[in-house]
């Protein structure tokens, strides 16, 4: 059984093999106190098909573990796998070629290119990554996000709401094994954002990408499979199948006075 876009659904694409691994990672920044432990010896295994949220307070990791997973910043040591591949023992080419086949990227600032109309914007995975551009799928996404109408408008002539949805469709095009959201909803006002979170939990649903998805806020995490909690560079706790109470509540006893003021 497949779906319309050739992949199974979520519950019968596991072959077995992690979405996304991490063993014994590492990373530390040099600040102006001395040298940070952003990330202190992380394991985490993410099956595929399934939505995980990321939070803790602020300087706990949480962008460190996304770019780390995402293959965007190496760690000092540790390994991290995609679909099995150990990334971190890729050269530069390859791991940039690997990111654009495989991964899809979400960010808060939507970061669309605004010289490209929202077409071009969508099938920029595609034209960097020098497969063909599929422009009847881009409009089949654009059309599932809502702005079937756009694709000759410039990201300039779009709300907030709908330059997202231009770079949720734009990070789906590739079909993408894992798609990595950093506050993709951060900018957005409640509605727009549970449109997204709505678009995201599709991706997992219907098309079978693994979501991991970095956030603040608790309703967004709600809509989430897991929710991981960072504090000082280490994951410490987690919760299956969340509510915005339950989260904010995990979030309340990270940020409390008496959780440490290390976090």
């Not at 422009?135 to 709300?159: F, I, N, T, W, Y």
């Amino acid at each position: 059984m497949t779906t319309e876009h050739g992949r199974p659904p979520a519950g019968r694409w596991h072959d077995g093999t992690p979405a996304v691994e991490l063993r014994a990672v590492r990373r530390t920044y040099k600040g102006r106190q001395g040298t940070v432990e952003a990330l202190r010896g992380v394991d985490l295994v993410l099956g595929k098909g399934t939505f995980s949220a990321v939070m803790g307070p602020s300087g706990s990791g949480k962008s460190s573990l996304l770019q780390c997973a995402a293959g965007l910043d190496r760690p000092e040591s540790g390994t991290v796998l995609l679909g099995g591949q150990d990334i971190t023992a890729l050269g530069e080419n390859r791991l940039t070629r690997l990111r654009r086949r495989r991964v899809g990227f979400v960010f808060q600032s939507f970061n669309l290119l605004p010289s490209l109309t929202v077409l071009q914007n969508v099938l920029l995975p595609q034209r960097l990554s020098g497969e063909r551009q599929d422009r009847s799928r881009a409009r089949e996404l654009l059309a599932q996000v809502g702005l079937p109408d756009h694709a000759d408008r410039r990201p300039g002539q779009l709300s907030g709401g709908q330059q997202q949805r231009v770079a949720v469709a734009r990070a789906l095009i590739t079909r993408p094994e894992v798609v990595f959201a950093d506050e993709p909803t951060g900018a957005l006002d409640t509605r727009t954002a549970q449109e997204v979170l709505g678009l995201l939990r599709q991706a997992v649903d219907v098309m079978g990408a693994t979501v991991v998805m970095v956030t603040h806020d608790p309703a967004a995490a709600s809509c989430a499979d897991r929710v991981l909690f960072l504090a000082d560079g280490m994951l410490v706790d987690e919760l299956s199948r969340p509510d915005a109470r339950s989260v904010a509540g995990r979030m309340a006893a990270l940020t409390g006075p008496s959780a440490g003021a290390a976090a």
